[in-house]
């Protein structure tokens, strides 16, 4: 650990001097003597060579610096500012872009496992990234379980807000690699349009604001319906203990999500032919 201290050190010196010695070339080029030019360059160019040979530590370079390089500057009326000024200028710039890139772009990733009969059988994703007004949300699913023959389900769903209204989402399912769904639900003026495979409809929504996606991210506390993407229609929410929600499905199943810290921590999917919980990592 200490080696790399001394190189970096070592390089971040090298590099002050080299760029040192170019503003002080382009300036002293204008306003000094040829001969007194030469001097001083020559010293702090022997002071680079020294420091990147290894010779000499980097403290011992500042304070050569310090000792003749400052004085001259200062008689001179140069500042140090005005040396660094390009360097001070990108160095802020950088700084800006990257806050900036942090403060418009966050993603957020929970990862969960699926399980039957307390084993596991797959593994489910969300994601949510955030860019200033738009959330997109991502959950892709895999999971095989086994019957009389193995069946493999793969299941991906997006969306996207802006606003907090639904914009757009998209509900694909696999089945043994063969797609068996292909859903899109869209804003449409005061309504949504409908996509189901070939089918197209709508719904006389104005907006949507929580779906089954997003109630993984918020605890839908008050909420007494919510939009499934999957069966592209409200479905009725109830309350049915602290933090636990049931939600009837138009095909007669049903499922119940627990919550922690107002984050989706636990589902069971009761199904007519098995039941599954999908637990929070």
């Not at 959950?139 to 209204?165: C, L, P, Q, W």
């Amino acid at each position: 650990m200490t080696f790399r201290i001394i190189n970096a050190r070592t390089a971040l010196s090298c590099s002050f001097a080299s760029q040192l010695i170019k503003r002080l070339n382009k300036i002293f080029t204008h306003h000094v003597g040829v001969q007194y030019k030469t001097g001083v360059l020559q010293v702090l160019k022997t002071i680079s060579d020294i420091t990147k040979s290894g010779k000499m530590i980097p403290a011992l370079s500042i304070w050569l610096f310090k000792k003749y390089g400052r004085p001259f500057l200062n008689s001179r009326n140069i500042s140090l500012s005005r040396l660094f000024a390009p360097l001070k200028k990108a160095t802020v710039t950088i700084l800006f872009l990257t806050l900036s890139s942090f403060a418009f772009a966050q993603e957020q990733t929970y990862n969960y496992d699926v399980l039957h009969s307390g084993h596991s059988v797959g593994y489910m994703k969300l994601q949510q990234l955030k860019e200033g007004n738009d959330t997109f949300l991502k959950i892709v699913s895999d999971v095989t379980m086994r019957f009389i023959f193995s069946i493999r389900v793969n299941i991906r769903e997006d969306a996207h807000y802006r606003d907090g209204k639904l914009l757009s989402s998209h509900v694909i399912r696999k089945v043994n690699g063969k797609q068996k769904a292909d859903k899109f639900t869209k804003a449409n003026g005061d309504q949504y349009q409908l996509t189901d495979d070939d089918k197209i409809g709508s719904i006389n929504q104005k907006q949507i604001i929580n779906n089954l996606t997003m109630m993984y991210l918020h605890e839908p506390v008050g909420l007494s319906q919510i939009y499934s993407d999957n069966f592209q229609q409200f479905v009725q929410i109830k309350q049915v203990e602290e933090h636990t929600y049931r939600i009837n499905l138009p095909d007669g199943n049903y499922n119940y999500y627990t919550y922690t810290n107002g984050i989706c921590s636990k589902v069971d999917i009761h199904h007519s032919l098995y039941t599954i919980q999908i637990q929070l990592t």
